[in-house]
C-alpha cells in the first residue's frame, strides 16, 4: 500500500516524502517539506489544509496512523508538475525569505547538505559566505553550542534540516578564529 495524507474532510492523495518535527505547542508534528501527487483537487485541499495549520493524517509511513500540522505562520512554495493526465505532483517547502526566522533544506531540492546551507547563507544572510565552507560550518551549526541547524524526521527521503537565519554571524566568526574556515589570500602579482 503507498502512502497517504488526509485532511479533516476526508480529501487525500498519495505521500511520496514528508519531512517533519516536533510541535509542542499543538502536540502534534510539524510539517517542513511535503510531496505529493494525485487528483487536482485531492492535492490542492492537502495544500490549502497545510497553509492554514489544520490537522493532516498519514497512514503508511513508519506507523499505520500519524497526526501533523501546518504551520500557519509560514508562506510555502510549492514546485507543481503534471506527469500524467489528470494527475499533479506538489513538492511544497516554506518559501525561503530574508526575514524568515528559518529556512529548510532536503535531499530532494539539493545534491548535499553543505552545498545547500552554502547556498541558503550566501542567498539570504547578510554574511559572505564561500563555497568551500559548507562544511565546516554545517558540523559547528549542528552543535549544541550554536543550535543553528535541526535534524528533522523524514519519510521517502534522505535528509532534511530546519536552519536557523540568525547566529550564523558568531559562528563564523569563531571558526574564522578557530581556523576551521578561512579566506584565501590574493596574490598581489
Known amino acids: 500500500m503507498n502512502a497517504l495524507i488526509q485532511n479533516n474532510q476526508g480529501m487525500a492523495c498519495q505521500l511520496i516524502a514528508i519531512a517533519y518535527g516536533q510541535d509542542d ?3 502534534k ?3 517542513y517539506a511535503l510531496d505529493i ?3 487536482i483537487t ?3 485541499a492537502i495544500w490549502a489544509t497545510l497553509c492554514s495549520g489544520g490537522p493532516l493524517k498519514t497512514y ?3 506507523e499505520n496512523y500519524r497526526q501533523f500540522r501546518g504551520d500557519r505562520e509560514a508562506k510555502y512554495r510549492s514546485f507543481v508538475s503534471q506527469p500524467l493526465p489528470g494527475v499533479v505532483h506538489y513538492h511544497v517547502v516554506p518559501d525561503p525569505r530574508p526575514e524568515s526566522d528559518s529556512f529548510v533544506i532536503t535531499s530532494l531540492i539539493t545534491e548535499s547538505r553543505e552545498l545547500a546551507l552554502y547556498h541558503v547563507l550566501r542567498l539570504y544572510s547578510p554574511h559572505p559566505v564561500l563555497p568551500g565552507w559548507g562544511g565546516a ?3 559547528l551549526g549542528l552543535t549544541r553550542d550554536y543550535g543553528l541547524i535541526t535534524r ?3 519519510a521517502g527521503m534522505e535528509w532534511a534540516y530546519r536552519v536557523e537565519s540568525i547566529g550564523w554571524d558568531t559562528l563564523i566568526d569563531v571558526a574564522l578564529k578557530e ?3 578561512t579566506v584565501p589570500e590574493e596574490d598581489d602579482g
Do not use: M, P, Q, T
Open 25 to 27: 505547542a499543538y502536540n
Open 29 to 31: 508534528r510539524l510539517i
Open 37 to 39: 501527487a494525485g487528483a
Open 42 to 44: 485531492a492535492v490542492k
Open 60 to 62: 503508511g509511513i513508519n
Open 137 to 139: 560550518l554545517f558540523e
Open 152 to 154: 528533522l524526521e523524514v
Open 179 to 181: 581556523s576551521r574556515i
